[in-house]
């Protein structure tokens, strides 16, 4: 079975901790490439990923590259813009909370995808963290009443998947 080949824009700690890991733990993906500007980061992409291409620009990697999908994890405001990049590049696109960050940005993108005839996913861990699937649970069975507004609070000193 051919792996799919996939590449990540925007290396920082949500890669490093949570994506970069699941990846690795897969025998059907292979990152070949990633984008990022920050110079730091793209030492640090090429010192994880030492089989990866490293690009500047994002434009030239999807240019470059034959890809099944981009893995963005960028400051949110460039996942608008990244998103649809690839996506008239021809790239299945996954995103990483927030998807946008207005609604019309939203609208504008999955109307693209669904032209396209392409992926656009935006990852969501939160439902599979014990905290959401306890609240969950309980509204399930009807133990908290009626819900009229959600509100989460989440604290902690590292990034999720951090040690």
Not at 27 to 44: F, N, S, T
Not at 68 to 94: C, K, Q
Request: net charge neutral.
């Amino acid at each position: 079975m051919a792996k799919l080949r996939g590449a990540i824009s925007g290396f920082g700690q949500v890669v490093t901790h949570a994506h970069l890991p699941t990846y690795h733990a897969r025998d059907d993906i292979e990152i070949v490439a990633v984008h990022e500007p920050v110079a730091e980061r793209a030492y640090e992409a090429s010192r994880l990923l030492p089989k990866a291409r490293i690009y500047r620009d994002l434009e030239a990697m999807l240019e470059a590259e034959r890809l099944d999908f981009l893995d963005i994890a960028s400051p949110p405001e460039f996942h608008a813009v990244s998103a649809a990049t690839a996506l008239r590049a021809g790239v299945n696109v996954l995103v990483e909370k927030p998807l946008c960050l207005t609604l019309e940005e939203c609208d504008r993108l999955t109307q693209l995808a669904s032209r396209q005839g392409l992926v656009l996913y935006c990852v969501d861990n939160w439902r599979y963290a014990p905290s959401f699937r306890t609240a969950f649970a309980l509204l399930k069975k009807g133990w908290l009443g009626e819900l009229n507004e959600l509100s989460f609070t989440r604290l902690r000193s590292v990034p999720a998947g951090g040690h």
